[in-house]
């Protein structure tokens, strides 16, 4: 039952499926369904842009695989540029993580911005790390481990000189 649900969520993955018969006009006691299927291409591509009152514009992009070398591995990599800075992720995500039904996801990241009305940046790079398990369709549960490294740092050093640079240490 839980393999047949699993295949059901994926069925979106199919490309065409072709469906025979064999026993069946013959009356036998055994029926054989043959079903010969191909796959969609798993890798996807996407891109953005836009406009809000804190990024000003924006741009971006992300492009991965739903199935990495096959081992219903999904592996994407984005990239956002606006205004007020960057980030760049990789992210790896395992939805039967060890064998069991829990999921999964690696997501590696590094960031600058530059915010409106500050004389200070930060640039940020990180990893985490998150395991999670759905229960009755409805109920998600989640663990999440998180790790990230910030620094600030003057955006105009001669506008903020009397300013202590000891706000500025990591």
Do not use: C, W
Request: no cysteine; aromatic share 12%; proline share 2%.
């Amino acid at each position: 039952m839980l393999k047949t649900q699993q295949n059901i969520r994926n069925i979106n993955a199919l490309h065409s499926a072709d469906f025979q018969l064999s026993g069946f006009n013959e009356k036998n006691r055994n029926v054989n369904l043959i079903v010969a299927a191909e796959e969609k291409k798993p890798y996807y591509f996407q891109i953005g842009a836009g406009y809000d009152t804190k990024r000003k514009a924006y741009g971006n992009i992300k492009a991965g695989d739903l199935n990495l070398l096959g081992l219903n591995k999904d592996l994407s990599g984005s990239s956002e540029y606006s205004q007020i800075g960057h980030r760049e992720e990789v992210s790896l995500n395992e939805p039967r993580f060890i064998g069991t039904r829990i999921s999964s996801t690696l997501n590696l990241f590094n960031e600058t911005r530059e915010d409106f009305n500050m004389d200070y940046g930060t640039r940020t790079y990180g990893v985490s790390l998150l395991f999670g398990r759905d229960f009755l369709d409805r109920i998600k549960t989640a663990l999440s481990f998180r790790y990230d490294n910030r620094h600030q740092y003057q955006i105009d050093p001669g506008a903020a000189a009397d300013i202590d640079d000891d706000r500025y240490d990591p």
